[in-house]
């Protein structure tokens, strides 16, 4: 089966429709591989036909299984550990200080592929927060792929993923088995996973009252119009004063001018005016 350049546009467009994700003409071999895969699996007798089915089915199942083989991407636990340091020791106590007596935190993890970041943040928290166990603590982790949401509950992980994790924490929040690591209950309990379009304006509206959000290395793949949508609908999302974290190589300055815009410890933040 082949893709031309004409159906590899079709297909694009459809993504990007459903999904907010672009592939640019460059992309069209990693695209065209997963595509051909799927549809050989359901014996399509064209590309053609995979497409029509895709874009006018009403079961969004075979669609599903699409995103899941573009949008697998690996991650580790403590990645980009500047950023999360400056979370954690910079932005967080302004926030516990600005609580007050109030003992409830939410977090969402957006884009959160296997799981490593919503833990990772589980863990912060019971290190960085006073007694931890006085808090209500939510953190909601979301991806678009089934797939990895699966693995993600499971939070059974190689030592590759842990490759970063301090020793000792190590040991006090994981389970060893064999050559693997098991996320611990008491980093667990607080982290739900749900399948989350960010695309989806009806289910993120739906999404309200969070003090931080980590959306970090997802936004690289939308374009600008996909963007200030997503970033919109965060925007909502926050409670007043909240925050919202991004890759490094993401900027929501050039993107929307709603954020306040400041410097906290060595890391300029983004967050929703109070």
Not at 44 to 51: I, K, P, T
């Amino acid at each position: 089966m082949i893709l031309s350049d004409e159906l590899f546009d079709k297909f694009a467009r459809l993504i990007y429709k459903k999904t907010g994700i672009y592939y640019e003409p460059s992309k069209k071999y990693y695209v065209e591989k997963r595509i051909e895969r799927c549809a050989e699996l359901l014996d399509m007798e064209s590309l053609n036909q995979y497409y029509m089915m895709l874009k006018f089915s009403n079961d969004t199942s075979e669609f599903d299984k699409l995103i899941n083989e573009l949008t697998v991407n690996e991650t580790y636990f403590f990645r980009d550990f500047p950023q999360l340091r400056n979370f954690a020791e910079d932005v967080l106590p302004i926030f516990v200080r600005q609580k007050g007596d109030s003992r409830k935190i939410k977090i969402w993890s957006a884009a959160c592929s296997t799981g490593e970041e919503p833990y990772t943040l589980s863990i912060i928290l019971q290190e960085m927060l006073e007694k931890p166990q006085e808090w209500e603590i939510e953190i909601l982790a979301s991806d678009i792929n089934t797939k990895v949401l699966e693995a993600a509950r499971i939070g059974l992980y190689e030592s590759r993923a842990v490759r970063d994790v301090p020793l000792e924490y190590l040991d006090k929040y994981f389970t060893r088995l064999n050559n693997k690591y098991l996320v611990n209950h008491n980093v667990r309990k607080s982290v739900t996973f749900k399948r989350i379009n960010l695309m989806d304006e009806k289910e993120m509206s739906n999404i309200r009252g969070y003090d931080f959000i980590f959306c970090r290395n997802c936004l690289i793949y939308f374009d600008d119009e996909s963007r200030k949508s997503v970033l919109s609908s965060f925007y909502e999302t926050l409670n007043p004063g909240g925050f919202i974290f991004l890759g490094h190589s993401e900027s929501v300055g050039r993107i929307s001018s709603a954020y306040k815009v400041q410097r906290i410890g060595d890391t300029i933040v983004y967050s929703r005016p109070e």
